[in-house]
């Protein structure tokens, strides 16, 4: 079981790695270019993130919510706890990595990396307790977390908040809800469509994440920061989560699920997002490229706790 559950995450992870390595080439070959790059981020956040957090509602249905109450109350107070967490961490730190490292704390890949590693070791059990975990971490990213960066830019609060109503991503969310929770069904070809691009997003944001890599000076990779991030964001706050949870008694199974979410690598959309705000894009590729190969190895030693 433990080298089936190893075997299940390094596929998964170098997935991830694999899609980098084709932005490393794609740079180098001349396909992505320093001028053609932000035109590539601008599809992605504009059109390709908002249908995916769409998409990512579609299956939330009032009974998945209430077969799962306490994966999502134990989702809501971890996120909560962390958005609190992000910027105690990141203090110390300049104003351009700041808020980069308070998201990254807050958002990890728990969609894409994630849901399908506690489907492979819980079965159907995972899958309804990580689809409901991922309601509150949907909506925390796309509504405290995109607040990080709107705070990092703007100093008036009522424009911030402007801002914030009018992100597609965010408006995403609350439509994406809506449709899944009221079970609105879209026509066939919206929905294939949907979901095509809903599934073009992992590895299109990963390619771009690699073009940025590909100009990284790699012995600048563990520059300070990234590791602490890693340490903190793959180690101890899973390892606090499973504490607590064990320590109150909680269902095996949902400890199991809840604890390997809460220590999956930096979420995908990162450096992303982070471009898009003009803060350190290199700093927030490398944390999420870092935090993606070490995750290999720290996931594996979370699986022997559970």
Do not use: H
């Given at each position: 079981m433990a080298l089936s559950n190893f075997l299940q995450m390094l596929d998964i992870q170098l997935t991830l790695v694999l899609f980098l390595g084709i932005g490393i080439f794609s740079y180098?070959?001349?396909?992505?270019?320093?001028e053609s790059r932000p035109s590539f981020m601008s599809l992605l956040l504009n059109v390709f993130l908002p249908v995916m957090v769409f998409n990512s509602f579609k299956k939330i249905t009032m009974e998945l919510l209430a077969l799962s109450f306490l994966a999502l109350v134990v989702g809501t107070v971890l996120y909560t706890i962390l958005a609190f967490v992000g910027p105690l961490l990141s203090r110390k730190y300049p104003a351009d990595k700041r808020p980069v490292l308070e998201y990254a704390t807050l958002v990890n890949n728990a969609g894409f990396a994630g849901l399908p590693l506690v489907t492979s070791m819980f079965g159907d059990a995972g899958a309804i307790i990580g689809s409901v975990y991922l309601v509150p971490h949907r909506i925390f990213t796309w509504t405290v977390g995109l607040?990080?960066?709107?705070?990092a830019k703007a100093t008036d609060i009522k424009e911030t908040l402007i801002k914030?109503?009018?992100?597609?991503s965010i408006i995403a969310v609350f439509v994406g809800l809506i449709f899944g929770l009221f079970e609105i069904p879209l026509p066939g070809f919206v929905d294939r469509g949907v979901t095509s691009i809903a599934g073009a997003v992992q590895p299109l944001a990963m390619i771009v994440i690699g073009s940025v890599i590909a100009k990284v000076d790699y012995r600048s990779l563990f520059e300070p920061g990234v590791l602490t991030y890693c340490v903190i964001r793959?180690?101890?706050i899973p390892l606090a989560v499973l504490a607590v949870m064990k320590g109150l008694g909680m269902d095996p199974v949902l400890t199991g699920v809840v604890t390997i979410m809460a220590g999956m690598p930096a979420g995908t959309p990162t450096p992303i997002l982070v471009a898009n705000y003009g803060l350190n894009v290199p700093f927030a590729a490398k944390i999420t490229f870092v935090s993606?190969?070490?995750?290999v190895i720290t996931s594996p030693i979370l699986m022997l706790f559970v």
């Open positions: 180098y070959a001349g396909m992505i270019t320093d607040q990080i960066f709107e705070r914030l109503a009018k992100n597609p793959l180690l101890v993606i190969v070490l995750s």
